[in-house]
């Protein structure tokens, strides 16, 4: 039987958020909600099972889980590899840059099966709910975006009532942090980044240390992309962000807490963990300064910055953002060669490189020791000439 009620997506990811959304446009909005799950590489297959059997006690019609991992790869990961895109020099814009994706895949899907609204659980406090929007009003023009958490300007505590008031059946002790896994990286909020001094507690932390015993990794690269890791080759890069990342999280490494401003213009502190992301972006970086010119590796720096700062402000979609990709696939062309990494609880240091195209050859002279491709009196008369505007300057002003 056909259904009068009105159409609506929701963004969902089990959370706290979205597990309110569902219920709420199911029963109070009375609507047939169809959630949609854009799975970024955060879930197990166990983990999409449960959150699919819990969607049912939540009045839910439908709930489709859309795997776009690859295509995240594909199309974002890689290009922040090849940039060494970290935002503030910290951050490797796990949820930033993995929402676009989510978003175009269910604005994909309400466009399937026509629907009338488009939701997301965002509140009005952050970076999401403007990622949202902005690609809802791109790819899905024809259903208005509903927003339950932002416009009725809910807290943590009053969703997690109303779900018990409600008979839902949850782990609500967990619901009081909110993580979003991604194959890029987790972050983590909760009260403790509500504030400017306090650190998240160990237990916060979805992975815990392992590992005491210092292990080394190697990390191969072939253009600029992930090949190989302990000598072994990988059928495709996301394999081995997988191998990394177990390899590193052991260890606890990749915490830490991201500082930044948010597109709304606010000040934002959240806590990540992210093992392979900060481990591969330090082997690939220190790989560009063996392999590359000063000049290739400043203009990347540029672009790169302005690259991360875009896909941090939902900007996905602007053109400029393809021109720079390309900008930074011919820029790999000789980054090539695998980096060694010491492992150690909670920290991790890369000890050296190996690479046919490496520009530390001897042939020219050893840094510090010999030169071969020039003599003493060339470097004079080099100086010489170098000095000329300087000396200028200084002796035209009395300097």
Known sequence: MTSNKKKVVLAY???????????YLSRELNMDVYTVLGNTGGFSDEELAEIKK?????????????????????????????????????????????????????????HSIDAD????????????????????????????????????????????NYLKEHGIQANFEKMQYSINAGIWGTSIGGKETLSSNLP???????????KTDPEKLSIEFEKGELVGVN????????????????AGAAFGIGRDMHIGDTIIGTKGRVAFEAAAPLMIIKAHETLEKHTLTKW???WKDQISNFYGMLLHEA???????????????????KVNGSVTIKMSPKYFEV??????????????????????GWTADDVKGFTNILTNSLKIYHTVNQE
Do not use: W
């Open 351 to 372: 000890e050296g490189i190996e690479s046919p195209n490496d520009l530390m050859s001897d042939l020219f002279g050893k840094y510090g020791e010999t030169n071969e």
């Open 117 to 160: 609204y488009i939701a997301h659980g965002s509140t009005g406090a952050g970076n999401d709910q403007i990622r949202f929007d902005l690609i809802f009003k791109i790819m899905a023009p024809n259903a208005e975006i509903i927003t339950p958490t932002r416009d009725l300007e809910l807290s943590r505590e009053t969703e997690i």
């Open 296 to 298: 290739q590796m400043y």
């Open 13 to 23: 990811s089990g959370g706290l958020d979205t597990t309110y959304c569902a219920l």
């Open 231 to 246: 000598g072994q080759k990988v059928a495709h890069p996301l394999e081995a962000i997988k191998l990394i990342e177990k």
């Open 315 to 333: 900007q996905y979609l602007e053109p400029v953002m393809r021109n720079m990709e390309t900008f930074l696939v011919d820029s790999q062309k």
């Open 200 to 210: 998240l507690p160990e237990q916060a932390y979805p992975k815990q240390v392992e």
């Open 54 to 110: 819990k969607t049912k006690q939540l009045g839910v019609i439908q709930h489709t889980a859309i795997d776009v991992t690859k295509e995240y790869y594909e199309k974002c990961i890689k290009y922040m590899i090849m940039g060494n895109v970290l935002k503030n020099n910290t951050y490797p814009l796990s949820v930033s840059s993995e929402r676009a994706f989510q978003a175009m895949a269910i604005a994909q899907y309400a």
